[in-house]
């Protein structure tokens, strides 16, 4: 019976570290979108002369931030 009792605490244990671990890793990688490829996005828009895109593209940016700060 204390056999069972292990076996299902650790199920769910196992079970609640895993998903602490995907909501961590999906943490990091928002965050490490947001600081290297967001501004090499628009430098390479700038650089190749899509300034007509790359503005917009930061407007776009710049309200899903603030509206997500809200959130």
Sequence with gaps: M???LFIILL???TWKLFGFA???SWR???IVLAIL???LAVIGLAYIGLFFVAIPF???VGLVTV???FL
């Design 37 to 39: 490829f967001l501004p």
């Design 58 to 60: 930061l407007i776009l």
């Design 22 to 24: 995907l909501k961590a």
């Design 2 to 4: 204390l056999t069972l």
């Design 28 to 30: 990091i990688l928002k």
């Design 67 to 69: 509206i997500g700060d």
């Design 11 to 13: 199920c769910t244990t």
